[in-house]
């Protein structure tokens, strides 16, 4: 997996440690419902910033990629654009539905999937790059360490992990499931290097400045699951 060799490992910012709680996870969510009513603020059709900057930094090079919490396929479908060998996964049957509509529209060839996080299972594939809008922070703590067994039987030395998340510095009842810096580390330093953590805003289908969030830059270790 190409790297750039530059890339540093960074503390990212100060942090409320008190603050612990992952706000605002949709416990039972019908997340059809939601793509159905059109109750998806998420759902911009904008490619994220977040995951332009990698391109364009040269942190990460066309390679075999996966995204996990696709939606509607905005982001996988700019990967195959740019040359990845994309599979994108969902736990709305509606949103990858819509996500293959989409793809043939933009004649890109992507495997979309609909599955459940962390019970995702591609035995014998291995992908060099990673992409999550979004998906871990809404991952039930006692189900954290079955989503990085999940991610660590997903990739390999080398591979880069691009997380975003919500930012417990700013949580709010309208955004996402928050998360703090400490409580990141704590959860996948094990098997994988920050090369960054910083903070951006997402962007929403709301007109007001979107929630505060945290870019999470990983690659994973020499380090057996």
Same mark, same amino acid.
């Given at each position: 997996?190409?790297?750039?060799?530059?890339?540093?490992?960074?503390?990212?910012?100060?942090?409320?440690?008190?603050?612990?709680?992952?706000?605002?996870?949709?416990?039972?969510?019908?997340?059809? !419902?939601?793509?159905?009513?059109?109750?998806?603020?998420?759902?911009?059709?904008?490619?994220?910033? +977040?995951? !332009?900057?990698?391109?364009?930094? +040269?942190?990460?090079?066309?390679?075999?990629?996966?995204?996990?919490?696709?939606?509607?396929?905005?982001?996988?479908?700019?990967? *195959?654009?740019?040359?990845?060998?994309?599979? *994108?996964?969902?736990?709305?049957?509606?949103?990858?539905?819509?996500?293959?509509?989409?793809?043939?529209?933009?004649?890109?060839?992507?495997?979309?999937?609909?599955?459940?996080?962390?019970?995702?299972?591609?035995?014998? +594939?291995?992908?060099?790059?990673?992409?999550?809008?979004?998906?871990?922070?809404?991952?039930?703590?006692?189900?954290?360490?079955?989503?990085?067994?999940?991610?660590?039987?997903?990739?390999?030395?080398?591979?880069?992990?691009?997380?975003?998340?919500?930012?417990?510095?700013?949580?709010?009842?309208?955004?996402?499931?928050?998360?703090?810096?400490?409580?990141?580390? +704590?959860?996948?330093?094990?098997?994988?290097?920050?090369?960054?953590?910083?903070?951006?805003?997402?962007?929403?289908?709301?007109?007001?400045?979107?929630?505060?969030?945290?870019?999470?830059?990983?690659?994973?270790?020499?380090?057996?699951?």
């Amino acid at each position: 997996m190409n790297i750039r060799s530059s890339l540093t490992l960074t503390r990212g910012c100060n942090i409320n440690k008190k603050v612990r709680r992952n706000r605002n996870i949709d416990e039972g969510k019908d997340w059809n !419902e939601a793509y159905k009513q059109d109750d998806t603020p998420w759902d911009t059709g904008i490619t994220s910033k +977040e995951l !332009e900057k990698a391109l364009h930094e +040269e942190v990460i090079a066309p390679c075999r990629a996966l995204e996990l919490g696709c939606g509607t396929g905005t982001n996988a479908i700019y990967l *195959a654009q740019k040359g990845f060998d994309v599979t *994108a996964v969902d736990i709305s049957q509606l949103a990858v539905k819509k996500a293959r509509e989409k793809s043939e529209v933009a004649r890109v060839k992507v495997r979309f999937m609909q599955t459940e996080i962390p019970n995702l299972r591609l035995p014998g +594939e291995v992908f060099d790059f990673v992409f999550d809008r979004g998906c871990f922070h809404t991952t039930r703590q006692e189900d954290r360490q079955r989503f990085v067994k999940m991610l660590t039987g997903l990739t390999t030395e080398g591979s880069i992990y691009l997380m975003l998340c919500g930012n417990a510095r700013e949580p709010r009842e309208d955004g996402p499931p928050v998360l703090t810096e400490e409580e990141i580390r +704590e959860t996948f330093s094990r098997y994988f290097n920050f090369c960054w953590i910083r903070e951006f805003r997402f962007v929403t289908t709301d007109k007001k400045p979107g929630p505060l969030g945290y870019s999470c830059l990983m690659e994973r270790k020499r380090v057996k699951p």
